[in-house]
């Protein structure tokens, strides 16, 4: 049985006694940001809670109607479901948002680590390319999506007219206008504008791989197909599962790009268009609050099944 010197003890106590105030200066540095913090994001999103249980249009309404789960499942006496639950538009706009980010992450993953494996290579010029890589992302996402609007138009884009003279469009058709094409053509947007961040994210993961296991892999006759598979995709893991969620939470609440491009069209609307929809253009603050509220379910339970099930850590 060993016991610890009692010279050592006063040790251990001024190191436990350290740690303490340590702990104590951190928490009190934190106060302010959490002060902040609760007052532009708290009171909001409890704000919309509650107003996502009333009957409000502020046009009207001197004063929001507690209604309980109207909001979200109601139906009348003829038997019409007026619910958010309940209506075509919101599952249509759900649907949409899911293409959306399926296409658009997967793209995106795909290209940046491209990008970066490239980027992270031994070629010249990398550092022209690293930069010349950002421009897209660099670009306001409004300035980007005008110019793609302007390059899809059916009349003088020169998108549409490579499509016109290769057979895909009709005369006096766009990618835009054309219901089956629309959702690939916000998607294509969506890949030029935010590959970059992908890639970024993942050449920052690439960086930190040490460069001896490469001369490892060298020495033992690895092909680089082998060990990309084998070296490079396992290490990398951790940083790309990172960067999948971030930009997945991007893409489901998706508003800008969209409704600058296609406005709040069905074959497109997303979840966070038809929230603006209901809370800006028809003035229905207790509605438009249930869409909201049920986006932040959407993301909060994709997150925590994300984060649970791939074991991302963040540290």
Same mark, same amino acid.
């Given at each position: ?6 010279? &050592?003890?006063?040790?251990? *106590? ?7 105030? *340590? ?69 249509? =706009? ?49 300035? &980007? ?31 835009? =206008? ?32 040490? =460069? ?10 690895? =092909? ?58 028809? &003035? ?32």
């Amino acid at each position: 049985m060993t016991t610890t010197p009692t010279s &050592s003890r006063p040790a251990v *106590r001024r190191t436990r006694g350290l740690q303490a105030s *340590r702990t104590r200066v951190a928490l009190l540095l934190l106060v302010p940001m959490l002060l902040v913090l609760a007052a532009v994001a708290g009171y909001p999103l409890l704000r919309t809670i509650y107003l996502s249980f009333t009957e409000y249009n502020i046009l009207q309404d001197p004063a929001p109607k507690w209604i309980g789960l109207g909001n979200y499942w109601f139906t009348t006496d003829e038997g019409v479901g007026l619910g958010v639950l309940q209506t075509p538009e919101w599952w249509q =706009s759900v649907w949409n948002t899911v293409r959306f980010t399926l296409g658009s992450v997967l793209l995106e993953t795909v290209l940046g680590l491209a990008f970066a494996l490239i980027i992270n290579s031994k070629i010249r010029g990398r550092g022209l390319l690293r930069t010349a890589i950002l421009v897209p992302w660099a670009i306001p996402t409004v300035v &980007s999506a005008q110019m793609w609007n302007w390059m899809y138009n059916d009349s003088f884009g020169i998108i549409s007219q490579w499509g016109q003279k290769l057979g895909f469009l009709h005369t006096g058709e766009s990618f835009l =206008s054309n219901p089956d094409t629309a959702m690939a053509a916000l998607v294509a947007v969506d890949v030029w504008k935010t590959t970059p961040f992908m890639a970024l994210l993942l050449l920052a993961g690439l960086q930190t791989i040490p =460069s001896d296991m490469y001369e490892a892999a060298d020495v033992d006759g690895a =092909s680089p197909w082998t060990q990309f598979w084998r070296l490079t995709l396992p290490l990398l893991m951790p940083a790309l599962l990172v960067a999948l969620i971030f930009r997945t939470l991007d893409a489901l609440r998706v508003f800008d790009m969209p409704y600058i491009v296609k406005g709040n069209a069905p074959e497109t609307i997303t979840m966070s268009i038809y929230a603006r929809q209901e809370l800006i253009l028809n &003035s229905q603050f207790g509605f438009g609050s249930a869409i909201s509220v049920m986006i932040f379910l959407i993301i909060m339970v994709f997150t925590a099944i994300y984060v649970t099930s791939l074991r991302v850590r963040f540290d």
